[in-house]
């Protein structure tokens, strides 16, 4: 990561002020989504396509969501989707991928053949209670916005699922990687899925567990289900990180990480 990249996070952090209340997050959100909404309109790769409805006493809710199809896109393109927003009260990773993709409606430069579904909130009722919807099992859930998810991850059968979190006491990115011998083992042995040059200049932490094991919860919690057997990247950043620098890490983190997938499953195709 050249210096000039390394300065401008160095900035922001120190610039900004302090995560600002829920509600300011909450305004922040409307405006950014009506103003992304509007955005899409006039773009060609990048599409609002909301995923419901949902009912709640008759009242109809949609999960917002967002469609990325690169150029030359096609059945068989590469498939991944996106979550965030697992609780209404911390919706900085929802503001850092609405920015994400409206920087995608701007520049798609970000490859060909791609499918890349965008779920900014998934707490669309907001209870202001912990639902742990992070931590469910899709299929065994009564939470209906999980359930949009689960049937939506049946019909699409993503290759991979990137989940972006909040870190309550960290001080650095942590990455986990589940699911990906199957995908991955084809390539090239040793070959990473993400490696530090995704995170770099961000501190950064590694967590691991072996490739056997099982979840039971997430997108993971249905993959033998799944016509594809997909991977599952997790990225939590940091709650203590102002909103500015947390969409400045998402939108390099995400970016880099699609293009050296991108790069990784055009060179297996190639073998």
């Not at 959100?29 to 949902?54: D, E, I, K, N, W």
Request: overall charge negative.
């Amino acid at each position: 990561m050249s210096t000039e990249i390394s300065s401008r996070f160095a900035t922001v952090a120190r610039a900004l002020p302090p995560p600002s209340a829920t509600l300011t997050l909450s305004a922040a959100f409307a405006g950014q989504l009506s103003s992304l909404y509007g955005l899409v309109q006039r773009s060609r790769f990048v599409f609002a396509s909301p995923l419901g409805p949902f009912y709640t006493k008759a009242h109809p809710h949609h999960l917002p969501r967002f469609v990325y199809f690169g150029p030359h896109t096609s059945e068989e393109s590469l498939r991944l989707a996106f979550y965030t927003g697992f609780a209404k009260r911390d919706l900085r990773g929802t503001l850092a991928l609405l920015r994400f993709v409206e920087r995608l409606a701007l520049s798609p430069d970000i490859g060909q053949g791609l499918h890349l579904s965008f779920f900014p909130l998934i707490d669309v009722l907001g209870l202001g209670e912990d639902r742990a919807l992070a931590t469910a099992h899709w299929a065994h859930t009564a939470e209906p916005e999980l359930d949009l998810l689960n049937k939506d991850a049946r019909l699409r059968a993503y290759h991979g699922f990137v989940r972006l979190e909040s870190a309550s006491f960290d001080d650095h990115v942590t990455v986990r990687l589940r699911g990906a011998t199957e995908v991955i083992g084809a390539i090239s042995p040793g070959v990473e899925l993400i490696t530090s040059d995704e995170i770099d200049p961000l501190p950064v932490a590694w967590e691991s567990e072996p490739p056997t094991a099982r979840t039971g919860d997430g997108p993971l919690s249905i993959a033998d289900d799944l016509p594809v057997q997909p991977f599952e990247l997790t990225l939590r950043i940091p709650a203590a990180w102002n909103a500015e620098l947390h969409r400045e890490a998402v939108a390099s983190i995400l970016k880099r990480f699609v293009l050296r997938y991108r790069g990784l499953q055009a060179y297996a195709q190639h073998l």
